[in-house]
């Protein structure tokens, strides 16, 4: 049957009888399409309504409607001697036995499945409205009386019906089962690939596991020499101290013991020097662990709690702002503070407040700001302070303040303005950190 061809044969339009307003409008485009007229009832009891105007040609009815189903709205049909010769086909969700004997004990002849299949609802009304003026080759039956799953029905039609919509029925099971074995050679070829897919996967877990073996050896490797790393550096440093000490001894001895002016001046530079030495000792100490530990995530508020009591004394006020975050960074983190606050004390002349905040930054990032209001750092300076060496104390300070910074891919500059303090400001990388609230 070709869609959109008219059939002017057919005496008075096919009603659609469907409660639902879109299934309605879906049945009557493609019953339209197939070149009928189309008349729509909302349901059971309209539908008769409608009938007692105008005669349909074909009813089309949706079995599951409120007040009068499907089932009964057919037996109303077929017990009026005037519309009994109407054929009415069934529309329903479901096609499983019980639905055919219901269908045959109300009179039904022939049924569609929904989802609707443009070309079984085109079949089953062509074959219907040629079968209609046909006459069962048995004529009138009487009716049989069967029990299905309990249930009783009694069942009047004839041969030719009955053929119909077991013709229907054998063609919705061949669909299904078409479409259950396109399923199966689907799932066939899924679970084919799903099996290729665990095998890489088993391979790849048993790669993986074999690295990480080799990672776990080779950290303890590494973490036993930092251990012996870090003894030697203590002996050492200890040697050293010694050695600083009885240095310092000499030079007491010898500037006791000279008269010469430029001797004299001599030995105050070899204390310097000696007093430099031990202040780098004792400075390396402090951060032999660089590194050595996983970095964690920090509460920025509990890290600068420590620095009122650091400050105490000296007449400086620290306030912060807006340190309600964590930040992903070596456990030494806290040095850094330190590290800046020192290089205030000592370098900053004039300081009176120092503000430790952050802010938001133009690509995702957050900024850790340390300000004071000292004298800042000149233009020239700012290229060196973060060399190492550079300074007047140990030179290692904001060297290795970087350092530690750096682990966890946090940079820091100095971006102050020259006579109104200095301003260093740490950019931390969107995903190194987070808010204490649940909100970054």
Known sequence: MTAGKKRESIEGRILIVEDSRTQAEYLSHLVTNGGYRVVVASDGKKA????????????????????????????????????????????????????????????????????????????????????????????????????????????ASGRLKILNILLSTYDFAVRKNAELQDAHEHVSALNEELTSSVEELQHANKRLSQENAERSRVEKALADANRKLNLMTSITRHDINNQTLALQAYIDLSEAAVTDPTVLQYIRKLRLVANTIQKQISFTKEYEDIGIHAPVWQDLQALTEPLHTFLKGTGITLKNRDLGYEVYADPLLSKVFENLIDNSLRHGKNVQHIMISTVAGEKGERILRYQDDGDGISDEDKKKIFQKGFGKNTGLGLFLSREILEITGIVIRETGIVGRGVQFDMYIPPEGFRSLQGTA
């Open 48 to 155: 008769l309504e409608v009938m007692q105007h105008e005669r349909p040609a074909l009813v089309l009815t949706d079995i599951v409607m409120p007040e009068m189903d499907g089932y009964q709205l057919c037996e109303a049909i077929k017990a009026n001697d005037i519309t009994r010769s109407i054929p009415v086909i069934l529309v329903t969700q479901l096609y499983d036995p019980s639905d055919v004997l219901k269908g045959l004990e109300s009179g039904a002849d022939n049924f569609i499945v929904k989802p609707y299949d443009p070309e079984q609802v085109y079949s089953r009304i062509a074959v219907t409205l040629e079968s209609t003026g046909r006459s069962d080759p048995d004529g009138a039956q009487e009716p049989i009386d069967i029990e299905f799953a309990g249930t009783p029905h009694r069942i």
